[in-house]
């Protein structure tokens, strides 16, 4: 199942969760799920028209009085010790840790010293992991969204009056594509932003798909536009079905750059600092360079929301000024981490599904090494042991 996210009135993070309580999610179980993590208020649901289009319009009523505000290091905690999905808890983190980075930036502080007002109370916690918990329900495995519209004007905040979008809406949403709209007012929350763009692979035309369902969350505002203040998410299943030809494709991020004057050293410690954070692959390409210098040329990719931080790394851990960057798509093989049991043991290795449905198995390095060092053999045995077992396995 796939999803299309058109924000032709841009997007909130109460406009999400309505929009996918349209498409089916029990509110009973959303409640249930979501008071495993805190408590204090009560999710209820109204029917509402816009240029009579029905929709869904969440409320979250805070029984008690609510905390205003966090830290981020509290919300962090918050979602790491919750009963949830991991997945969930992954994606939940990850959305904060943008908006904690946007305010870090905006306010000159550091992430860990960062208070939110707005975005730290009951109701936009509950807007976060209730949408990823409503998206998991759905089984929806891949999202795109329409390019983001922005509004205009002023709004009032904890800081005081400022401009739409507001900084942090537009520090979330860097390297996602926008576009202006006829609204007055804010349309596109942090909350919204953070949201949309972690759960996106990719912003632009709706992918072919056959429809299965529409649902629409109602926003609250009088946005001045003359469209209706409306989230509208489309469900349906890919024309092609990428488990059928075991081929899956995703939207991401490449930073380049050449250097010609630092260590081996540092380049050794920049690398694991690139996996640490995120990176995908990282690879170095020996270059000949301008005044016949040999250099190197570093290669990064990365998911899209991780591209901002792995170009700030590398400007700050290499002599580099300059870091060339940009989006790009890759096709992969299906591939799932399992335990086979081998004359070592159970071990984990990597299944993958070819594009003509055999499976192969490839151990994970780690986990071989620790078995040549512990049982003082080749490497190259553990190896050949290693998918030799796993193959027995899958003929059985």
Not at 6 to 32: C, K, R
Not at 260 to 271: A, I
Request: glycine share 6%; with cysteine.
């Amino acid at each position: 199942m796939i999803a299309y996210v058109d924000m032709f009135s841009g997007i909130s993070g109460d406009m999400t969760l309505g929009a996918l309580i349209d498409l089916g999610v029990p509110l009973d179980w959303l409640q249930e799920k979501l008071n495993h993590v805190l408590n204090g208020f009560q999710l209820k649901t109204r029917i509402v028209y816009k240029h009579h289009l029905k929709a869904t319009d969440l409320i979250v009523e805070v029984i008690e009085d609510g905390r205003s505000s966090r830290n981020y290091n509290e919300i962090r905690t918050l979602i790491e010790t919750a009963c949830l999905p991991e997945n969930v808890k992954k994606k939940s983190l990850l959305a904060f840790q943008k908006i904690a980075r946007a305010e870090s930036h905006i306010h000159g502080k550091e992430i860990e010293t960062i208070h939110f007002h707005e975005i730290g109370g009951i109701d936009s916690i509950v807007d976060i992991l209730g949408s990823f918990l409503c998206v998991e329900y759905l089984g929806i495995e891949r999202v795109y969204a329409s390019p983001v519209p922005l509004g205009s004007g002023f709004v009032t905040c904890a800081h005081g009056r400022i401009p739409v979008p507001v900084p942090a809406t537009l520090a979330i949403l860097k390297d996602v594509p926008v576009r202006s709209s006829d609204a007055t007012t804010e349309i596109v929350t942090p909350t919204g932003a953070a949201i949309i763009s972690t759960l996106a692979s990719s912003f632009g035309q709706m992918p072919e798909m056959i429809m299965k369902q529409v649902g629409y969350g109602s926003g609250k505002r009088d946005t001045g536009s003359t469209l209706p203040n409306l989230l509208r998410i489309i469900l349906g299943d890919p024309l092609v079905n990428e488990k059928q030809t075991g081929i899956q494709t995703e939207s991401i991020g490449i930073a380049k750059t050449n250097i010609d004057d630092t260590t081996p050293e540092v380049l050794g410690f920049l690398m694991e600092t690139l996996f640490e954070n995120q990176a995908l692959d990282v690879c170095y390409i020996p270059v000949q360079m301008k005044k016949n210098r040999p250099g190197i040329q570093l290669e990064v990719i990365c998911r899209n929301a991780d591209l901002d931080n792995i170009v700030r790394i590398i400007l700050a851990q290499t002599t580099s000024i300059g870091v060339r960057h940009y989006k790009s798509d890759r096709s992969f093989l299906l591939r799932e981490k399992i335990f086979v049991e081998t004359r070592f043991g159970k071990l984990q290795v990597k299944k993958i599904t070819n594009p003509d449905h055999s499976i192969r198995f490839v151990p994970e390095y780690d986990v071989a090494i620790k078995v040549a060092k512990e049982k003082k053999i080749p490497l190259k045995d553990v190896y050949t042991q290693i998918l030799s077992d796993a193959n027995l396995l899958d003929r059985d």
